[in-house]
């Protein structure tokens, strides 16, 4: 496995990935019309840093990640003038489990140290239980005051999807 940013001809296939990724953690539900923002892979990388996890032949995309370098990016969820973010954590459910969402982070992490930020800011949902482990066994920690809960579509206010909020300190 290699990874480096992603080549213009790679984002179908990094948004298809990225779909399929979170369906599966909602028991293969559809997502309504967060599933096209999460397609929409070349628009991230415009104006974010979209880096991938590719095979030995360099071809095969096997996942990908957002990093969002400030607070002025439209991919950002955060104020802080200080922080980086990591949105759109993703890896093919073929290929789970063999450290390669590990491997997105600590690029987002090196990443965000060579560019001096000073906090690294990321979302997460209940459901996503190994990736909060993920999370928490790098250093992250939760930070209730940056929870958000969304209600639009396919969520409402009597059913929000709660996005844990989780910092890394550099």
Same mark, same amino acid.
């Given at each position: 496995?290699?990874?480096?940013?992603?080549?213009?001809?790679?984002?179908d296939?990094?948004?298809?990935? *990225?779909?399929?990724a979170?369906r599966?953690?909602?028991?293969? @539900?559809?997502?309504?019309?967060?599933e096209e923002?999460?397609?929409?892979?070349a628009?991230?990388?415009?104006?974010?840093?979209?880096i991938v996890?590719?095979? @030995?032949?360099?071809?095969v995309?096997m +996942?990908?990640?957002?990093?969002?370098p %400030?607070a *002025?990016?439209?991919m950002?969820e955060f104020? %802080?003038?200080?922080?980086?973010g990591?949105?759109?954590l993703?890896?093919?459910?073929e290929h789970?489990?063999?450290g390669? +969402?590990?491997?997105?982070?600590?690029?987002?992490i &090196?990443?965000a140290r @060579?560019?001096h930020?000073?906090r690294i800011?990321l979302?997460?949902t209940?459901v996503m239980?190994? &990736?909060? &482990?993920m999370?928490?066994?790098?250093g992250?920690? *939760?930070?209730?005051a940056?929870?958000?809960w969304?209600t639009?579509?396919?969520?409402? @206010?009597q059913n929000?999807?709660?996005?844990?909020?989780?910092?890394?300190t550099?």
């Open positions: 496995m290699r990874l480096r940013s992603i080549l213009p001809d790679e984002c296939a990094l948004g298809e990935i *990225t779909v399929a979170f599966q953690l909602m028991g293969g @539900a559809a997502l309504g019309g967060y923002v999460l397609r929409d892979v628009s991230r990388s415009d104006d974010c840093d979209v996890a590719v095979g @030995a032949n360099d071809h995309v +996942g990908g990640v957002t990093y969002v %400030d *002025t990016r439209s950002s104020s %802080d003038p200080e922080a980086a990591i949105r759109m993703a890896v093919d459910p789970q489990g063999a390669i +969402g590990g491997a997105l982070v600590e690029a987002c &090196a990443r @060579a560019q930020r000073k800011i979302h997460s209940p239980e190994v &990736a909060r &482990a999370y928490e066994q790098l992250f920690d *939760t930070a209730p940056l929870d958000v969304v639009e579509e396919p969520y409402s @206010a929000p999807l709660h996005l844990i909020a989780y910092v890394l550099l």
